[in-house]
Every structure is written in C-alpha cells, then in structure tokens.
C-alpha cells in the first residue's frame, strides 16, 4: 500500500518503512509524528483520491535524524549600478521513517508526539515568565532624552569627509563620474579634485562600503583626479 502526503508545501508518495527527508518538524529523535494530509491512497492499480485529503487516512512516521540540507547561494548583481547582494539559505530538514499508514479513522499502534503547536505554546510562555522575571529584577534603563536621539540621528547622518572651503569643483569631468554620482560624493564631503587625489585606501574602502561605488571605480578616479589636480 502507498500514500500521497503532503508537509511542508511538498508532496510525497511513501509507503511503509520508506526514509523521508521533510522540512523540519518539531520533534525529537525517536518521535512518532502523524501526518494527517493524505492526498491519496492505493495499493495496485485501486487508488482512492480525496477531495483535496482523503477522510479518516493517517500516515504515522518515526523521526530518524534533525539535520540539513546542502547550502544554497544567491547571488544578485546589477549592471553599472555597482550593486551586489549574496544571499546563502540552509534548510533544515528532518529524516523519518514511514511507519504507518492508517484508513478509515483507525489509531496508530504508537502514541504520537505533542504536536508542534503545543510546544511552540509551552516554549513562549517560558520564555515569557522568563522575560518578566528578568525586566523585575534589573533597573529601569534611562530613556532616552530628545536630545540625545537628534544627537544619534545627527550622527548618522553625518558626511563620510569633511568638505574644504571654497569654490567646489566640476567632479563630472572625470571620465566616470555623472551628474548623479558627482551629486552623491557631495552629499558625502567630496566636492574637489585635491580631495579625490588624496583619498587613501583606507578612504576608498570605506567608500566602497558606504556608498554605490566599487573600490577599482575611486582608483580610476584618484588617478585622473591627480592630473586635474595639477592643472
């Protein structure tokens, strides 16, 4: 006989003593879990379908193994715009056996485990009992004052450099460098060719990290800045 689950947003055809590997369930090594979202069973060529999980049918299995799956990267780059994003994500997953599967409202020969909701419950309210114990045995934090948070934000806001006096320069002359990115540099302290050809490493990674521009794009610019520079 065989079934057709499902869990986790995945659909699956098992039979008895079949190793699974699902998204992770709330249980430990040994469990026995009920997974009540029979799609269908059969066995041959008799095959009974449900409309969509088929009434009274239950599939016990035996949690083996809490584990996970194999890394997987994402990796996003966007042309001229300096952009890039990398994303890793690694499923965990839960390795069972099929023990059982059950028609017609019949009750598995082992007793389940507490379903994941229940525990979820359970762990909440500790940690909230938790959490109140804590905040009444430690003092009362300082607010915050008005002052101190337009500080802080003040702070943040902050230029990376700290623009010279005087005329500013023309920075799109620069082969590179636009109106948009002349205007952003600006914003950032940047407005002359001394300032772009004086820019050390140490600078450029820290543009590099701050703003929309790749660390080979400044050098690029130092070196033509440090020709203007002389004019």
Request: no cysteine.
């Amino acid at each position: 006989m065989f079934a057709v689950i499902k869990t986790g947003g995945k659909q699956y055809r098992v039979a008895a003593n079949d190793l699974l590997k699902i998204e992770k369930l709330e249980a430990k090594v040994g469990d026995i879990v009920e997974i009540g979202n029979v799609l269908a069973h059969g066995e041959g060529e008799n095959v009974t379908f449900g409309a969509p999980f088929v009434d009274g049918a239950l599939v016990t299995a035996e949690v083996v193994e809490q584990g996970k799956n194999r890394t997987v990267i994402a990796f996003k780059k966007r042309r001229r715009q300096n952009s890039r994003r990398k994303i890793g994500h690694r499923q965990l997953l839960t390795t069972v056996r099929i023990a059982e599967i059950l028609l017609g409202g019949a009750k598995p020969s082992k007793k389940a485990a507490a379903k994941p909701e229940a525990k979820a419950e359970a762990k909440a309210e500790v940690a909230a009992e938790a959490k109140a114990e804590a905040a009444a045995k430690e003092p009362k934090a300082k607010k915050e004052t008005k002052a101190e948070a337009a500080a802080g934000e003040e702070a943040k806001a902050a230029p990376l450099f700290k623009a010279p006096k005087g005329e500013p320069d023309d920075l799109t002359v620069i082969k590179g460098i636009g109106p948009v990115a002349a205007k952003d540099l600006a914003e950032q302290g940047i407005i002359t060719f001394a300032q772009l050809a004086k820019l050390t490493d140490k600078d450029v990674a820290k543009i590099d990290e701050h703003m929309p521009f790749s660390a080979d794009q400044i050098k690029d610019w130092r070196e033509q800045a440090k020709e203007l520079a002389k004019k």
